[in-house]
Structure formats: structure tokens, C-alpha cells
């Protein structure tokens, strides 16, 4: 194993292995995020689609953009105060996010 | 110099020779074509537009004539050429001249690339402007035909320039396209339109076009911040109302209606934000248009 | 002077365009416009230090196309990332052809260059796994017709072009650079054999640079359709320019070296012939010399002269429009003549003419009403 591939390191750290129950999420890097009122666009420049995304997922978004590489206990820590988001929820707007290729997870 | 002082025979031999130069707002077109119908159609819808020297520069290349085929001696067509290429299907010969504004719609729509280009009619009044995105069957020209004519300062009826870098609109303040009964509804409503003589049987049924009034023409170059999104649609007997739309729906409704959105990608994007960021979005449906022009003066006066 | 030979001057040198009046930058621009020049003229001007002298309008379209080409390569990017680390990874890396290696090694045609295609080279053995595994990722074929299929799987050196099905992007899978049934055959082996790695981190190979230029060359004069020739010349031209500079001497002797290897003199004569003629191209002496004394170095006739010069010009500013379309009519045959031998080249016009499906008549129409 080469010294230095950072996704080999993990597994021998002593955290648990990314990806079983706790995956950390990002944007991906092609994404244009802005806000619009309530909701949020969203542009893939490799794609070249648009998403409308709302309030909810949105802030995710944004979250994750503040702050790329965070689980989903850590996501809900910071957006739980101002919203009382259902983890159920959060997990239903990252899995809805992943498949339109806005954000993916280190798993 | 101008269309109307080239009188109508200067206007026939540039367009045989070497092309009229005709500016309208930030392009020049160079159109050339012996037609009649279309020198007719140029001298009573543009007769304010300023003509270029030959040696000038011009952002289009134009041409109408009919096509090198065979059927053109049982059938008289025309075609249009960009660049001394066809670039749609003939048509009959009689509808030259509103080929010749498709054309030009489509030299904006394919060649223009520096800016976003919205398929909307936008139109200015106290130094904000309005745009009216257009889904089919919108009435948005009606409607623009009509605010033209009720103090509002025409900028287009079909392609809205938007300044990549500051959102600032700006239009070619062309002709009018009205088809069908909004013909008669604009003659009726606005008593100083100048409406050209209809054609018939195209494939959007009768057509005809309005002159932009000469305010328009001259003060054509003058950009305006955008202050209100307006997506019109047309319902007979409908009430009128002017409601909120979400700025999120606005932005994809504008990138529904941007000709180059795809094009410029991640700029565009960012151009059609910041303009959802500086304006107003309305749905707005109407049948009456006394009743949607004090609609729009409460708009402009903050009314609303 | 004319929109196309003030083209052909601002593509040789960029601070001629600052000299350039308006009449004549309006017919370049057209010009321009039809070979998907601008954005290179914009890259190229700003180079040059000419992009202030530029009138207003004109730096606008040039600067739109540029902003255009540059969104495309971006999309370009990242669907080639998606290519790089998918499932070809199973197989041995392709040559990466055309554009897109451009773009990746960042050559100096690329800056503003309209990239449409992916075109990869495989071993002919491998080309019909490679497009397996690229169905599984989205690209199919367009429906072609049992004659399309047999007229590409057997005739020609690349499969029916694949789509994406969700983006439209076209990847086309090559075995070689010219149709099995071409004049002369070149050995695919040795354009893989002498391919050198693209920077890290993809795994994407390119042609050497030789081969590279020949076939930049043979994209262009096996042709029959020279609508974008200018745009490909350019290529050959500034290709060729940059690695004579990198490498000196030894570009050149491995050019006319590998130019006979790939059985090519003939067409790189004629190449070399036009860039030097239409973009001031410098070639050495030597170069031309050791390509005529080639075993398949052959002199190149008046007509084919006047067929090249005036075939590359463009519509839009053409002063001879009907020796231009003329010239293209020759170049349409002499492009089928060397494609195919004469029996099967009677049969595909013949079944091209009469029996092919007619769909259109190939120029995509748009409907005028839309636009009003």
C-alpha cells in the first residue's frame, strides 16, 4: 500500500471505516450553488443541469458547502436548532441530492 | 441617414447591390434580396432606423431569394440565408418579408454569444425594466404591442439582451410580430400603432407587424437595470391577475426561455441569478387590456 | 482584401488583425463564424496584444465565442474524467484523438477551439469491448440501418458514432485513422506502439507528436467534406509550428520519417503544400524535399492545387463563390475516391442515391416560425 493514498489511510484509522453507517458528504466540485428567496439553484457544469431545490435540501447544500466533509450527526447538529429536522428527512434529501449528482459521500 | 430618407428607390438598389446596413439598437444587418414585398416591408416598419455606409461593419449577413431549384418556376418560394447559407426550409414567395424577421430573430438567437439571450419582449419605463418571458401562446406580444403604445419605451418583442456581467437589458426595439386576432385587437387598442399589411396562410396563421415607435428606435442603445419579471398569459374572459411567483420558479422559467443558456453554461446561470436577485416576479393573467395596462402603470408607480 | 484571405492572415498573424478595417472585419467575422474560428481569434489576438485595438462589436463576438468554446471544454472535462475513471479502467488505456487530447495537453491550437467529439483509438481487437463496457456508463448507438452497421463495422476504421444518452455528448470509437478501404493502409500498431502518456493524472494516452500532425493532416485531405477545413489546417499548421519549436530538427526528420512509415508523404505534401500557402506555415526546405523523395511521395497536380486553395476558402466571404463550390465538388470526389475502391464506391453511391432512407437532406432546418 502506498504511503500517502489518503482513501487507503482511512481503513487503517482507528474511527470506524467511512461509509458503513456514517458517510461524510460534499458538493461535488462541478456544482454552482446560489440561493433564490426561499429555495436554492443549482448548476453541474459538467452536466449542464439546473435544479430547483428546496428550502430543506437546500440548506443541506449550503451547509455542505460551508463546511465540506460532514456526517450526518454533524449535519444535523448544525441545521437542527434552526430547523427541528427529522434525521429521517435529512437523509431522504442527501440520498435525493446524491442521485441528481449535486453531492456525494466518501463511501 | 435613415430608412425613410432613402426613399423607396435608394432602398430597392441598396438591397439589390451591395445590402442595406440597418442598424437596430447594438447590431447591424446587412440584408440583400430583390423581393418587393420585402424593400416594402423594410420602408414601412423601419422607416427610423439608421442606414450604415457600405463600409461599415455588421454583426449579420442576410440574404432572401428564391431557391436554385426547379420548383421555382411552377412554385415561387424564397429562402433565407445567414452567411450564404440556407438556413430554414422555403417558404411560399408572398411570406418573404416575415421570413426576413424570423431570420433576424434567428441571427440573435444563434450568433449573439457575449450576452444572455432571453426569448421574452422587454420594454422600459422611468429607467427600469420589464420583461416578458414567453412561453407559446402567451399573448405576449399583444401584450408588448400594446404597452409600446401606452407609454412604456419598447426595447424587443422577441430577444432580451442581458449584460453577462451586470444584468443590464437591452433590445433591438424591432417590429412588433402580432398574428391572427391580436392584428385587429392592436389596431383596435393603440390608435397610433402602425400595423403592415397582413400575410396570410403561414404557418402560424395570419401574421402581421407593428412599427416600433420612433422614441423606441432612437433611444434604442439605451441599456435599463431589470426591475420586474412578468410571465403573461392570455385566457379569454380570464380576470386580471397579477400574483407573486417564487424567485426559484422565476430563475427556471428564465432559463427555460434563454436561447443561449446551455451555451454559456455556469455564466449564464449566474447572469440569470443576479437578475432574479434585482427584480420582481409576477404571474400575471389577463383577457382585457385596458385592465393589464393599469395592471402594469400600478407596477411602475410601485403599486403593486 | 477579402474576408478569407484576411482570415487566413489573422490566423498566421494575429497582429495583422489590429490593421484590419471594419468592411473587412465584417466579412471575416462571417467567415470566422463558419469554421468556428472566433474563440481562437479572440485567444489569439489577446496573444498577440491586439485585443484593445479591436472595435467594440467585433471583440464582442470574438470574446462570446470564446466564453462559449471554453464552457464546452469544461463539459469536455469533465465527461472525459467520467471516461478515465470508468469502466474502461478494465482495459488497456486508449489513445485519446482529435480535440480532446488537445485540450488535455494543453496545446496551443486548443485556447478557443469548438471540441465536439470524444475519439478514442483502440486495437481493432478491442474496439467492440470497449463499446460493451461504454454502454453499461449511457452510450449507445444511434439506430443505424443493417447497411450503416456493415458500411462502419467493416469499411471503415471507427464504429457508428455512440451518444450519451442522457447528454448527447458523441464519442467515437476508432481502431485507426483511415477507412479499411482506403487508398493506402497505415499500421494502427505503430500509432499505439509510439503513443506517449498525457499528464497526471489520466490515464488517457496521445499520439507522438508526428503522428499527432499526420493525423491532423489525414482528418483534413482524406476528407469529402471541407466545410470546417480551415479550422483543420489550422491544427495541422499550428500543431506542427509548436513541436518544430519544442523539438527543432528532430520533429521534422521523425515527421517525413513516419510520413513514409504510415505510407502518408503523399498526403503530408499536400498538407504542407496549403499551410505553407494559406497560413505562412514555416516548413523547411529540407521537409518538402525529403517528403517528394518518399516511395509514396507524388507530385501534386495543378488541379489538385486549385481544388485545395479554393475548396478551403468559406461561403460566407467567398469573392468566387461558384469556383469555391466547384473546388468543394471536386474535393467531395477526389475524398470518396480514395476512401473506397471504384466497385464499391458505384455501390454505396448507388445505395446512398436510391435505396438509403431519406430523412433529410443532412443541413438540420429549423423551423422559421420558432424564431418569431
Known amino acids: 500500500m502506498k504511503k500517502g493514498d489518503a482513501s487507503a489511510d482511512v481503513h487503517t484509522d482507528q474511527r470506524p471505516p467511512a461509509g458503513l453507517d456514517s458517510p461524510r458528504w460534499r458538493l461535488v466540485p462541478e456544482l454552482h450553488l446560489r440561493r433564490c428567496g426561499d429555495q436554492w439553484v443549482a448548476f453541474h457544469s459538467g452536466r449542464g443541469t439546473t435544479h430547483l431545490v428546496d428550502a430543506g435540501a437546500g440548506r443541506v447544500l449550503a451547509c455542505l458547502q460551508r463546511e465540506p466533509g460532514l456526517d450526518l450527526p454533524a449535519l444535523a447538529a448544525r441545521l437542527g436548532p434552526e430547523s427541528d429536522t427529522p434525521a429521517g428527512a435529512m437523509t431522504g434529501w442527501l440520498a435525493g441530492l446524491r442521485d441528481s449528482g449535486l453531492v456525494r459521500d466518501d463511501a | ?304 | 482584401m477579402d474576408g478569407n484571405s484576411a482570415l487566413g492572415l489573422a490566423l498566421a498573424r494575429p497582429e495583422s488583425m489590429a490593421e484590419r478595417n471594419d468592411a473587412e472585419w465584417a466579412a471575416m467575422l462571417g467567415a470566422a463564424r463558419e469554421t468556428s474560428l472566433q474563440g481562437t481569434l479572440w485567444h489569439s489576438a489577446r496573444a498577440a496584444g491586439v485585443l484593445d485595438r479591436l472595435c467594440e462589436p467585433v471583440a464582442a463576438h470574438l470574446e462570446g465565442a470564446a466564453m462559449v468554446a471554453q464552457r464546452r471544454a469544461e463539459a469536455l472535462h469533465w465527461e472525459l474524467e467520467g471516461l478515465d475513471r470508468g469502466l474502461l479502467t478494465r482495459m488497456q488505456p486508449p489513445v485519446l484523438l482529435k480535440g480532446a487530447a488537445y485540450a488535455l495537453a494543453g496545446l496551443p491550437n486548443a485556447p478557443g477551439r469548438m471540441a465536439n467529439d470524444i475519439d478514442l483509438l483502440f486495437p481493432r481487437a478491442q474496439v467492440e469491448r470497449a463499446e460493451a463496457l461504454l454502454f453499461f456508463e449511457g452510450w449507445t448507438g444511434a439506430h443505424h440501418n443493417a447497411y450503416d452497421q456493415r458500411y462502419y463495422r467493416e469499411w471503415m476504421h471507427e464504429l457508428p458514432p455512440l451518444t450519451h444518452r442522457q447528454r448527447g455528448t458523441t464519442l467515437d470509437l476508432h481502431h485507426n485513422i483511415l477507412p479499411e478501404t482506403f487508398r493506402v493502409r497505415t499500421d494502427p500498431e505503430r500509432l499505439r506502439e509510439h503513443s506517449v502518456a498525457l499528464p497526471g493524472p489520466w490515464r488517457f494516452r496521445m499520439l507522438a507528436p508526428a503522428h499527432m500532425v499526420l493525423h491532423a493532416i489525414v482528418h483534413l485531405f482524406s476528407e469529402t467534406d471541407w466545410d470546417r477545413g480551415l479550422r483543420d489546417l489550422y491544427d495541422i499548421h499550428m500543431l506542427a509550428g509548436h513541436f518544430a519549436e519544442r523539438e527543432g530538427e528532430a520533429f521534422w526528420q521523425a515527421f517525413v520519417a513516419e510520413a513514409q512509415a504510415l505510407e502518408l508523404a503523399w498526403l503530408a505534401q499536400r498538407a504542407l503544400w496549403l499551410s505553407r500557402r494559406v497560413l505562412l506555415t514555416p516548413v523547411p526546405n529540407a521537409v518538402i524535399q525529403g517528403l517528394e523523395q518518399a516511395r509514396t511521395g507524388r507530385p501534386i497536380s495543378p488541379w489538385a492545387r486549385w481544388a485545395f486553395r479554393h475548396g478551403i476558402r468559406t461561403r460566407a466571404a467567398s469573392v468566387t463563390p461558384w469556383r469555391d463550390a466547384t473546388a468543394r465538388g471536386l474535393l467531395f470526389l477526389r475524398g470518396h475516391w480514395l476512401k473506397m475502391p471504384p466497385g464499391l464506391l458505384a455501390r454505396h453511391l448507388f445505395y446512398k442515391a436510391f435505396l438509403a432512407e431519406k430523412e433529410d437532406d443532412g443541413d438540420v432546418r429549423p423551423e422559421p416560425e420558432r424564431h418569431g
Not at chain 2, 424577421?101 to 420589464?130: D, F, K, P, T, Y
Open chain 2, 1 to 304: 441617414m435613415r430608412v425613410s430618407e432613402l426613399g423607396h428607390a435608394g432602398l430597392r438598389r441598396r438591397l439589390s447591390a451591395d445590402g442595406l446596413l440597418l442598424a437596430t439598437g447594438p447590431f447591424v444587418t446587412r440584408i440583400r434580396s430583390r423581393i418587393p414585398s420585402v424593400a416594402e416591408g423594410i420602408n414601412s416598419l423601419y422607416p427610423d432606423c439608421e442606414v450604415h455606409n457600405a463600409d461599415s461593419f455588421y454583426d449579420f449577413d442576410c440574404e432572401l431569394r428564391p431557391p436554385r431549384s426547379l420548383r421555382r418556376f411552377y412554385r415561387p418560394q424564397v429562402v433565407f440565408l445567414s452567411d450564404q447559407r440556407v438556413v430554414f426550409k422555403p417558404l411560399p414567395r408572398h411570406q418573404a418579408y416575415p421570413m426576413l424577421e424570423w431570420g433576424m430573430n434567428w441571427c440573435i438567437a444563434s450568433h449573439v454569444q457575449n450576452r444572455l439571450v432571453l426569448h421574452a419582449a422587454a420594454l422600459e419605463r422611468n429607467g427600469r425594466a420589464l420583461i416578458l418571458p414567453a412561453p407559446p401562446g402567451s399573448g405576449k406580444s399583444t401584450l408588448c404591442a400594446a404597452l409600446a403604445s401606452h407609454g412604456w419605451r419598447l426595447m424587443t418583442d422577441e430577444s432580451v439582451l442581458v449584460a453577462l456581467d451586470t444584468a443590464e437589458i437591452s433590445g433591438p426595439a424591432r417590429p412588433i410580430s402580432l398574428k391572427n386576432a391580436s392584428i385587429n385587437v392592436i389596431r383596435d387598442f393603440c390608435s397610433e400603432a402602425n400595423v403592415n399589411t397582413p400575410v396570410h396562410d403561414t404557418l402560424k396563421g395570419t401574421v402581421a407587424h407593428m412599427r416600433p415607435p420612433r422614441d423606441a428606435v432612437e433611444r434604442a442603445r439605451q441599456r435599463a437595470p431589470p426591475a420586474w419579471v412578468v410571465f403573461p398569459r392570455f385566457r379569454p374572459g380570464a380576470d386580471t391577475r397579477l400574483i407573486d411567483r417564487a424567485p426559484g420558479e422565476a430563475f427556471m422559467g428564465l432559463v427555460a426561455n434563454a436561447f443561449n443558456y446551455a451555451a454559456l453554461g455556469g455564466r449564464a446561470f449566474h447572469a440569470i441569478g443576479d437578475l432574479v436577485d434585482r427584480t420582481r416576479a409576477f404571474d400575471f393573467t389577463y383577457s382585457r387590456l385596458d385592465e393589464a395596462m393599469a395592471t402594469f402603470e400600478a407596477l411602475a408607480d410601485g403599486r403593486q
